[in-house]
């Protein structure tokens, strides 16, 4: 089979991004005819990886490994194209400059189509608010008196320099709709764009002499019929891989403590979220382990306010459960119990809180 045979839809045969060894199958999305290039999703991978590639790069060399399109059945197009809008699929810009760093994007988000021109997003750090260049940025940067986000500080750690905001969606509608924004380029079930009033949403920055300089942020609703402590969570790429995933887990069960309820975040978590949720969840279950010989699920969901579902799903996928003489048991291997000994590094303090409410 030839590249000019190809449509979107097609399935064929590609070298997997994570392990060049391995072939895996693409879909195509979209087409660029003129320079044959082609915009495809990696079958078992996250969207992040999704990317434009030469047609060069596609395996053609057996048609028994190239699926053809599912046949679409009478009105299935205007029915799809009700429900989602195909450009959703494709990343719309390259990478974004915000702060230090620039970062490449993992997914769509809708920006201004004047402002993504460049391929390149630059955003105020500060107050979120984005330019097409370089030169706009500066301009905006030069008056801009915005130093922290417009919230109130809730938690100051004077020993790490960290801080969290708490920001009213309702009452800072712009601030919250260009993290929103923000967001998307990360967060690939992140739908809520415009929707912010029903919101708060919880800020954590490093302090410096300069000001406060965001790292992450969750939200959770004003009212959750669910009980959910968490509707969205996010760590900047940027600053991924520093515990900062934790405290923002952290803190949100320290709403909840001081609300007296048992909870957990919204699911389904993107696949970040979960690995990051695990992790907290499984620090937590051990630490309980350091101070009692025998654990009861019931007990720990009290003292900690996790869910009980989801410490059961910590101990299944950690493979922690087994039957002993018809009794179900939670063992601990050696792994576990060296990251028991080196205890939470990741966390936040009661002392540390500035509101009488938290």
Not at 102 to 112: D, L, R
Not at 329 to 335: A, L, Y
Request: proline content about 3%.
């Amino acid at each position: 089979m030839d590249l000019m045979t190809l449509t979107a839809g097609y399935r064929v045969p590609i070298k997997n991004p994570e392990n060049q060894a391995e072939i895996i199958k693409c879909e195509i999305l979209r087409i660029n005819q003129e320079h044959s290039l082609y915009y495809i999703h990696f079958y078992n991978l996250n969207r992040r990886y999704d990317k434009w590639v030469h047609g060069s790069e596609f395996i053609l060399t057996d048609d028994d490994q190239i699926d053809l399109p599912k046949k679409k059945k009478k009105g299935d197009e205007k029915k799809l194209a009700t429900v989602i809008d195909e450009e959703v699929k494709v990343r719309n810009f390259n990478d974004i400059v915000f702060g230090n760093y620039q970062i490449n994007t993992w997914y769509f988000s809708p920006y201004p189509k004047d402002v993504i021109k460049n391929r390149t997003v630059f955003i105020c750090e500060f107050c979120l608010f984005y330019f097409s260049t370089q030169e706009k940025l500066n301009q905006h940067c030069s008056k801009c008196t915005i130093r922290s986000p417009p919230g109130l500080m809730v938690y100051h750690d004077t020993e790490n320099d960290l801080a969290f905001f708490e920001i009213d969606g309702y009452v800072q509608v712009n601030y919250c709709r260009n993290l929103a924004l923000l967001s998307k380029l990360f967060l690939d079930h992140k739908s809520l764009i415009y929707d912010v009033d029903a919101f708060l949403f919880y800020i954590l920055c490093k302090k410096d002499n300069h000001g406060c300089h965001i790292v992450g942020y969750f939200s959770k609703e004003k009212v959750s019929e669910m009980g959910y402590n968490l509707a969205c969570i996010l760590t900047l790429p940027s600053e991924q891989r520093k515990g900062y995933g934790k405290i923002l887990i952290d803190f949100s069960y320290m709403l909840s403590k001081k609300d007296g309820l048992i909870s957990g975040p919204e699911k389904p978590l993107s696949d970040l979220g979960l690995l990051s949720y695990r992790a907290y969840w499984l620090e937590m279950i051990l630490e309980s382990f350091k101070s009692k010989n025998e654990l009861m699920i019931k007990h720990l969901s009290k003292d900690s306010h996790i869910a009980e579902d989801d410490i059961i799903g910590t101990l299944l996928a950690n493979k922690m459960i087994k039957y002993h003489q018809d009794n179900l048991i939670v063992t601990i291997d050696e792994k576990c119990k060296g990251k028991m000994e080196s205890g939470r590094k990741h966390r936040v303090y009661e002392k540390y809180n500035l509101v009488n409410r938290y």
